[in-house]
T-cell receptor, first 114, second 112 residues
Framework: NAGVTQTPKFQVLKTGQSMTLQCAQD?????MSWYRQDPGMGLRLIHY???????DQGEVPNGYNVSRSTTEDFPLRLLSAAPSQTSVYFC?????????????FGEGSRLTVL | SQQGEEDPQALSIQEGENATMNCSYK?????LQWYRQNSGRGLVHLIL?????REKHSGRLRVTLDTSKKSSSLLITASRAADTASYFC????????????FGSGTQLTVLP
């Protein structure tokens, strides 16, 4: 099993550009989520999904879109990149929700917006 | 807003010593989890303690939970250089099982 796979690992964007961060898991997990990690801030939840076709907002959803068409994939879209979105992004999944289990994390995608 | 806050922010110890990290949180929780993050890597789950548990062990890890004080501690015994990492507590709030809220972490350095 590969676990949680994120691509790309590194990306540089110009302000106003759009892009999609990809996340895939092969553990048949129902729950998937996106976090961003900024220095001194810990991780903050952007969006999450409890199953195909179901998504919801986390703590910092503005400027990001998500969809969940399959159990395996949960892409994160930046609609119009801003320097404030410079961060490290982590995708995580869990068998069910966080009530019962641990999160499995990808290795992260480091995004720089100029 | 962050639910958990770790203390200290940074900790440096010698190999073989014990390391204790603390986490405080603000609201009622369902469970509390501890994660480790090596530099440049993703987070790895260490241990989960439920709100009705007071202490839990896993190998060299010991976690305590005091819901009356809204605090938890992570003890790593006989530390090794490989334990050098950032450690985060994360809470699942009561009634909000779908969101795990992380603290800002403790950077642990174990000197050989």
């Amino acid at each position: 099993n590969a676990g949680v796979t994120q691509t790309p690992k590194f990306q540089v964007l110009k302000t106003g550009q759009s892009m999609t961060l990809q996340c895939a898991q092969d553990m048949n997990h129902e729950y998937m989520s996106w976090y961003r990690q900024d220095p001194g801030m810990g991780l903050r939840l952007i969006h999450y999904s409890v199953g195909a076709g179901i998504t919801d907002q986390g703590e910092v959803p503005n400027g990001y879109n998500v969809s969940r068409s399959t159990t395996e994939d949960f892409p994160l879209r930046l609609l119009s990149a801003a320097p404030s979105q410079t961060s490290v992004y982590f995708c995580a999944s869990s068998y069910r929700d966080t009530h019962t289990g641990e999160l499995f994390f990808g290795e992260g995608s480091r995004l720089t917006v100029l | 807003s962050q639910q958990g806050e770790e203390d200290p922010q940074a900790l440096s110890i010698q190999e073989g010593e014990n390391a204790t990290m603390n986490c405080s949180y603000k609201t009622s929780i369902n469970n509390l989890q501890w994660y480790r993050q090596n530099s440049g890597r993703g987070l790895v789950h260490l241990i989960l303690i439920r709100s009705n548990e007071r202490e839990k062990h896993s190998g060299r890890l010991r976690v305590t939970l005091d819901t009356s004080k809204k605090s938890s501690s992570l003890l790593i015994t006989a530390s090794r250089a490989a334990d050098t990492a950032s450690y985060f507590c994360a809470t699942v709030r009561s009634g909000s099982a779908r969101q795990l809220t992380f603290g800002s972490g403790t950077q642990l350095t174990v000197l050989p």
